[in-house]
């Protein structure tokens, strides 16, 4: 009897807990949302980011071009290039003598050319250099992650496309006739420099566009000329190619776009037309960002996957200088103003500072910027704030609520466009 009322006792004493967690874990779930209702009340209560405040500057070469790069971004001009960490500390500095400099980078690997001329370099991050002289005219310049450059030379009626790798010693060399293959526009390298992809203009009965796929790699020995595919577009100028990665590449022409899969033979799987005709596009870790001009004066700003799917869709009538995308962002500068939109489309600020914008970079940080301007760079806080009617809005910072720019459909800060609008790129 004694047994029993103690096993009794033990399995009382045992339920007991066991009866006390449902409304302890309910009470510590209710503390959790509170808080979280707290924290976002705070921060409604702060505002959306409304302006930057620009603290820490420093000076950069004069009448420069600005670059992003893996570390930070570089500036250029004609008498040498500087490379910058996100923190705006000087990581290297080199020197040449260029009349019209061309500048590239991939990953912490920078080529500069001059256009025109022969002589070229290549760099790292550590600022180590590689002087190059090419036999011909050079008309452009393109880089890969590896460090090989790819140079595009114009030697009277044959073009020439030249590769080397960091050292500069010459990988390949690649003869194009210009009565057979057209006048070049264009050429793109691969992030592991083993696929080149060029576009010509050919005139013949109508004139159309060759885009022409070269494969450096074992596939490619098989082939003449290492030339794995050729596609002829009538009536089309296709000035955009861009890789997206070693194995996607996006072809842009003035009124539709292209992504082609290229492993070891090029495969198009996406193929969209638009409305209106592209004026911008950039590609960084896996997206793509592409601006039109639509009907009207509105434009649209879409961001895309490797594979061609919609993720998101903005319209905006900023009449921008230059469109980039960094770490899921969309950055579009125009004067003295710019815009920032996240990957869903939302707008994070529209701004304007008192200077003219080269180019504004992310740090990591996400509200800090380094905001780059004729001759120095600033590092920019975005400062919240309650939304202010502006006061003699310039032409080119739109109007979110001006119905032509469709408040209602893509709107800046709307949703993303549904499955069912996936055939239009920008």
Request: glycine share 8%; hydrophobic share 35%.
């Amino acid at each position: 009897m004694r047994e029993t009322e103690e096993r009794d006792y033990e399995q009382e004493y045992e339920e007991v807990p066991r009866r006390g967690r449902g409304p302890v874990f309910a009470c510590i779930f209710l503390g959790i949302t509170v808080l979280a209702l707290v924290i976002v009340l705070i921060v409604k209560a702060r505002g959306d980011y409304t302006r930057v405040e620009l603290t820490s500057e420093r000076e950069i070469l004069s009448s420069s071009k600005v670059m992003g790069t893996e570390s930070g971004f570089c500036a250029y001009n004609r008498d040498g290039a500087e490379g910058y960490s996100d923190n705006l500390n000087t990581l290297w500095n080199i020197s040449y003598d260029f009349i019209d400099p061309i500048g590239r980078t991939s990953g912490d690997k920078c080529v500069f050319a001059d256009r025109g001329g022969t002589d070229a370099c290549v760099t790292d991050n550590k600022g180590t250099v590689t002087n190059l002289r090419m036999p011909g005219l050079i008309r452009e310049a393109c880089i890969s992650e590896t460090g090989v450059s790819a140079f595009l030379c114009d030697d009277g009626e044959e073009d020439y496309i030249y590769l080397y790798n960091f050292k500069g010693e010459k990988l390949l060399e690649i003869k194009t006739d210009v009565r057979s293959m057209g006048f070049p526009v264009t050429i793109a390298l691969s992030p592991d420099g083993k696929r080149l992809v060029t576009s010509y203009i050919v005139i013949e009965e109508e004139q159309s566009c060759r885009v022409t796929f070269y494969n450096f790699g074992e596939v490619g020995q098989n082939y003449s000329d290492k030339i794995v595919g050729s596609f002829s577009y009538p009536d089309e100028i296709i000035p955009y190619l861009t890789f997206i990665d070693s194995e996607y590449i996006c072809i842009c022409a003035e009124y539709s776009a292209r992504i082609f899969r290229f492993r070891e033979l090029p495969e198009e799987i996406t193929h969209i037309d638009y409305d209106g005709s592209i004026e911008g596009i950039d590609v960084y870790d896996d997206t793509i960002a592409i601006a039109s001009r639509e009907v009207g004066s509105a434009r649209s700003i879409r961001l895309y996957d490797k594979g061609g799917e919609l993720l998101s869709s903005a319209k905006t009538n900023i009449d921008f200088d230059e469109i980039r995308v960094r770490d899921g962002e969309i950055f579009i500068t125009c004067s003295d103003a710019f815009l920032i939109y996240d990957k869903e489309g939302n707008e994070k600020i529209r701004t304007t500072i008192p200077y003219k914008i080269e180019a504004v970079f992310p740090t990591g940080d996400s509200d800090r910027y380094m905001i780059a301007v004729p001759g120095k760079v600033f590092m920019g806080q975005l400062v919240r704030g309650p939304k202010e009617e502006p006061e003699g809005e310039e032409e080119y910072i739109d109007d979110p609520e001006d119905e032509s720019i469709g408040a209602e459909d893509e709107s800046i800060g709307g949703d993303i466009i549904s499955d069912d609008d996936t055939d239009a790129l920008t």
